[in-house]
């Protein structure tokens, strides 16, 4: 620890901000549907989670050796190039924060990092192969893949109730709901929070404080376990508002099948060291289980800007982290002009959302329209009977009534011949 330098103190605060914006930033990946159908309580689903991201921070390190060893080049990267990739994702995920998209703070970090490392060392010093193979394959896959296997155990889910009690029936999906979200908060703790790890590691390893293709330290391990602990338990009510309410109104046994597909995808892919997204694994779900129920639909509108949200990620954190990197190769003074840069974005972006606050108290509230696809849908696919369909509102024109002069014509007497 005796190169551990004051650039790389900053690398290691700047990464933990980012792993607390990470946290309120994808709380919702977990806790929005259990928010939305009742099944908990705001502060209790977001308090459940935080332990349990904790938790899975401690369960395995394959995400984190996918970032620490195999995207770039360690040997060439220095501790400035983190910090420039570092500043590009937590301003990324802190717009998206702002008008509530949830987008991939995952994506936001490995394009920062992408565009940092190639201002430094080149297109050569970043991996292709795991880029490719280990980011962009599951980005594409996973939403597919869950919101599939969502649509499929909402039928299923729908199916096998027909004939139980309704009142007994969502009560036993509201407590299945509560488990599979804490499924979703124990895989989100898995694939999330090694993330930042990994990222520290390779500062490390760049900064000289730990030998190459060295596995995160506990005490690596454990801050960021807390950081995105902490930032779960804050909340990020916004984008909860968007992901629960804002794509689609679910059910309780809709919920349950999108936070267990949503599940399911996570851990295999933390098992295998993808570096999955885990906001596009539930955007999917919940989709899925939006279509999967009869009469159900999705606000188009909202996925649209959500979709857009998902392409500009990886390019815009990678444009900002290479103009930030350009600036910290000037020298400390431009290392220290980023640093203000990003402490006055970061306030100026925390003061603009004070305009019109979400909080616990108003999460479930949401005045998105339906959208002319949702209408439509919704026109010629009428829910069941006793659906509760708030927020998703179709006109259907009534047929025109008959002319006030009809009556009187047909009654008239024939003309006299």
């Known amino acids: 620890m005796e190169n551990f330098s004051l650039i790389l103190a900053i690398v290691v605060v700047t990464a933990l901000a980012f792993d607390f914006t990470n946290g309120f930033h994808d709380t919702a990946n977990a806790m929005a549907t259990t928010i939305s159908t009742g099944a908990l309580k705001p502060k209790v689903a977001v308090a459940m989670s935080a332990v349990l ?3 899975g921070a401690f369960l395995s390190v394959e995400v984190a050796n996918t970032i620490s060893k195999g995207l770039v080049d360690e040997t060439g990267i220095r501790p400035e190039v983190i910090f420039a990739a570092l500043v590009g994702a937590i301003l990324w995920n802190l717009l998206t924060w702002l008008v509530g998209l949830p987008s991939s703070s995952s994506h936001a970090l490995m394009g920062g990092l992408i565009g940092a490392t190639i201002a430094s060392a080149g297109f050569g010093a970043v991996h292709g192969d795991a880029l490719v193979t280990k980011v962009l394959i599951p980005a594409v896959a996973a939403p ?25 029936a969502a009560k036993g999906y509201r407590t299945g709901q509560i488990a599979s979200a804490g499924l979703v908060s124990l895989a989100h703790g898995t694939n999330d ?8 590691t390779l500062a490390l390893v760049a900064g000289g404080a730990v030998a190459p293709d ?8 454990l801050s960021a376990g807390l950081a995105i602990a902490l930032g779960t338990y804050l909340g990020g009510w916004r984008i909860i508002r968007t992901m629960g309410k804002g794509l689609t109104d679910l059910q309780p ?33 919940v989709m899925g289980a939006g279509l999967g129920r009869k009469g159900g639909v999705v606000r188009w509108s909202t996925a649209t800007r959500m979709f857009v ?35 006055a974005s970061s306030a100026a972006i925390w003061k603009i959302s004070r305009r019109e606050v979400v909080d616990a108290s108003n999460v479930n509230a949401t005045d998105e329209p339906a959208g002319v696809v949702t209408q439509a849908i919704a026109a010629v696919t009428p829910p069941p009977a006793g659906t509760v369909t708030d927020g998703l509102t179709a006109t259907i024109p009534a047929p025109p009534a008959a002319p006030e002069t009809a009556a009187p014509e047909t009654a008239a007497p024939p003309a006299a011949v």
Do not use: C
């Open 253 to 285: 046994q809709q919920g349950f099948a999108a936070q267990t597909s949503a599940a399911t995808v996570i851990l295999a892919s933390s098992h295998l060291g993808f570096s999955l997204s885990t906001t596009h694994s539930v955007s999917g779900s």
């Open 214 to 221: 060295s596995d995160p330290p506990t005490w690596v391990i």
């Open 53 to 55: 991201n904790l938790v």
């Open 309 to 343: 949200a998902w392409g500009l990620t990886l390019p815009a954190a990678a444009l900002v982290g290479a103009l930030a990197e350009s600036v910290t190769g000037l020298g400390d003074w431009g290392t220290a002009l980023v640093a203000v840069f990003l402490v």
């Open 193 to 200: 929070a090694q993330k930042t790890m990994g990222i520290i």
């Open 144 to 168: 597919i893949v869950a919101g599939v296997a969502a649509m499929l155990a909402t039928r299923l889910s729908y199916s096998l109730g027909k004939k139980a009690d309704g009142k007994a």
